[in-house]
């Protein structure tokens, strides 16, 4: 079993289209994360949740908008899609809190913007 | 912003070890550095992590000085399936707000 998966694992869509990522892990963590890596590689934290409960923000655009029904499910919606969105997008997952612990990520969804 | 740094690029010959190397100074106290890897387009594997002491694992050992200022990791046989981007990261914030920060990493290409 995929321990986080996330779908579709390619989008393709037009300017302003209204997508939705998901991701979902089955490890029993509680704390659920969103990355973006640009067209240089540069891996860059979005959002946290800790048991549904919205944690970090790095000042992401409020086009984005996660969601976490519950701990092992964490969404990313994304309004009125722009070129720049263009990039892989990652879910990752950690036991809460303690700084002794990994993330596991997910494989990625290719996110293009035309 | 990332709080380590790392070379750009290294090689290896496969089937000797590889060491790569990370400057963290101005890691805190209670701040641990974990390596992860990406290869290809993949999502970023864990490798290992520390505090202070030197760690092993089965695929790969972290040197950490013990100013802390510092870190090596080693994976000791590599092979050409360990050709990947190594990311070298110190755990920013603590309990539910810390996060991983990473860097540009260190491509490393295991040569035959």
């Known amino acids: 079993d995929t321990a986080v998966s996330q779908t579709p694992k390619y989008l393709v869509t037009q300017m302003g289209n209204d997508k939705s990522i998901k991701c979902e892990q089955n490890?029993?963590?509680?704390?659920m994360y969103w990355y973006k890596q640009d067209s240089k590689k540069f891996l860059k934290i979005m959002f946290s949740y800790n048991n549904k409960e919205l944690i970090i923000n790095e000042t992401v655009p409020n086009r984005f908008s996660p969601k976490s029904p519950d701990k092992a499910h964490l969404n990313l919606h994304i309004n009125s899609l722009e070129l720049g969105d263009s990039a892989v997008y990652f879910c990752a997952s950690s036991p809460t809190g303690g700084a002794n612990y990994g993330y596991t990520f997910g494989s990625g969804t290719r996110l293009t913007v035309v | 912003d990332a709080k380590t740094t790392q070379p750009p690029s290294m090689d290896c010959a496969e089937g000797r070890a590889a060491n790569l190397p990370c400057n963290h100074s101005?890691?805190?106290?209670?701040?641990?550095v974990y390596w992860y890897r990406q290869i290809h387009s993949q999502g970023p594997q864990y490798i290992i992590h520390?505090?202070?002491n030197n760690e092993t694992n089965e695929m790969a050992s972290l040197i950490i000085t013990e100013d802390r200022k510092s870190s090596t990791l080693i994976l000791p046989h590599a092979t050409l399936r360990d050709t990947a981007v190594y990311y070298c990261?110190?755990?920013?914030?603590?309990?539910?707000?810390?996060?991983?920060?990473f860097g540009q990493g260190t491509t490393l290409q295991v040569k035959p």
């Open positions: 101005t890691i805190s106290g209670n701040e641990y």
């Open positions: 990261i110190v755990r920013v914030g603590s309990g539910n707000t810390g996060k991983l920060i």
């Open positions: 490890l029993g963590h509680d704390t």
């Open positions: 520390g505090l202070k």
